[in-house]
């Protein structure tokens, strides 16, 4: 359970051909925590496109911002507070967290 009080989602712990997946932190700011109806959850995935899927999978409200080449261009993903994230093969660390907010929060 996370400090939240949601649970902790988790698939099966692998990743593509084995390799062991990384846990994570994925957090929703604005319209994207209203369209997951969650503030945070805990996953394991070894890259970004794999945390979007699995996102997809168990946020079905927020599935309709996702696209084949990432999130709508109205989203974005901040990773570790350094950087925003595009590309679905951005590689992941254990406890990495991932700030998924509106484009134009702040603005």
Wanted: aromatic share 6%; with cysteine; hydrophobic share 35%.
């Amino acid at each position: 359970m996370l400090s939240s009080g949601y649970p902790r989602l988790r698939p099966s712990g692998l990743g593509e051909a084995g390799s062991v997946c990384h846990t994570m932190y994925v957090e929703f700011l604005g319209i994207p925590r209203e369209r997951a109806g969650i503030s945070e959850m805990e996953l394991e995935a070894e890259t970004f496109g794999q945390v979007l899927g699995e996102l997809s999978a168990r946020c079905p409200g927020l599935s309709e911002l996702i696209t084949p080449d990432g999130f709508h261009p109205s989203i974005v993903a901040n990773l570790n507070g350094d950087e925003f994230v595009k590309s679905l093969d951005t590689r992941l660390a254990d406890g990495d967290r991932l700030l998924i907010l509106s484009a134009d929060a702040g603005g």
